[in-house]
Nanobody, 125 residues
Framework: QVQLVESGGGLVQAGGSLRVSCATS????????MAWFRQAPGNEREFVAV????????YYADSVKGRFTISRDNAKNTVYLQMNVLKPEDTAVYYC??????????????????WGQGTQVTVSS
């Protein structure tokens, strides 16, 4: 059973930066596509980014491209989302997700098999 635990959320001013982490257990992340999604109040869940377990290929939502970077540390079995130039519209609960079917699947289908409980990110204007 894959377990995902997010950390690092918080309150930041617009234009600032924040990094959220996802510690994974039960399976090595090199065998999984690891992703971040987010959900703001009243909105549907939104895909943010995904990274391949095999070759590190990444995909990003257009709304975060150039500002957010997803990365992984296989030795720590942890995935990160570095968020720069944050905007108030980035405010949401950020969820870590994992799927054995690959990054292309997660990017195209916009879902995943395993989910964390989420971490709140709030960007003030």
């Amino acid at each position: 059973q894959v377990q995902l635990v997010e950390s690092g959320g918080g309150l930041v001013q617009a234009g600032g930066s924040l990094r959220v982490s996802c510690a994974t257990s039960g399976r090595t992340i090199s065998s999984l596509a690891m992703a971040w999604f987010r959900q703001a109040p009243g909105n549907e869940r939104e895909f943010v980014a995904v990274i391949s377990g095999s070759d590190g290929t990444t995909y990003y939502a257009d709304s975060v491209k150039g500002r957010f970077t997803i990365s992984r540390d296989n030795a720590k079995n942890t995935v990160y989302l570095q968020m720069n130039v944050l905007k108030p519209e980035d405010t949401a609960v950020y969820y870590c997700a994992a799927d054995p079917r690959g990054s292309s699947y997660v990017w195209q289908i916009r879902t995943a098999a395993y989910w964390g409980q989420g971490t709140q990110v709030t960007v003030s204007s």
